[in-house]
């Protein structure tokens, strides 16, 4: 009987390995997110500033400040909302927001 019980073992674990392997083969690659710096509306940003003034999200006083940022999906989408990828001093003018 020990070696039917050994034997539903390896078997199941073959199972299991081989389910893992397909689970993980047909799932997508989620891209990491970036912050976008530049893009955020007052009141709007994701998380803290660059500057370190504040440290929770919706605490930016000023639109579109370059120290505040919000999540973009990729380097492209915030590029295309004339965000920055890196902090920088001042407004941008260039967000479309």
């Not at 020990?2 to 997508?28: D, E, G, Y």
Request: charged letters at 20%; one cysteine or more.
């Amino acid at each position: 009987m020990s070696k039917r019980v050994s034997a539903l073992s390896v078997a199941a674990a073959a199972a299991a390995a081989f389910s893992l392997t397909t689970i993980a083969a047909t799932t997508p690659a989620v891209a990491a997110k970036v912050k976008c710096y530049g893009v955020a509306k007052a009141g709007e940003n994701d998380c803290g500033n660059a500057a370190g003034t504040h440290s929770c999200a919706g605490q930016s006083t000023v639109s579109y400040s370059g120290g505040e940022w919000k999540s973009a999906a990729s380097k492209e989408a915030c590029l295309k909302l004339g965000g920055k990828l890196k902090a920088f001093k001042g407004i941008n003018k260039d967000a479309k927001g």
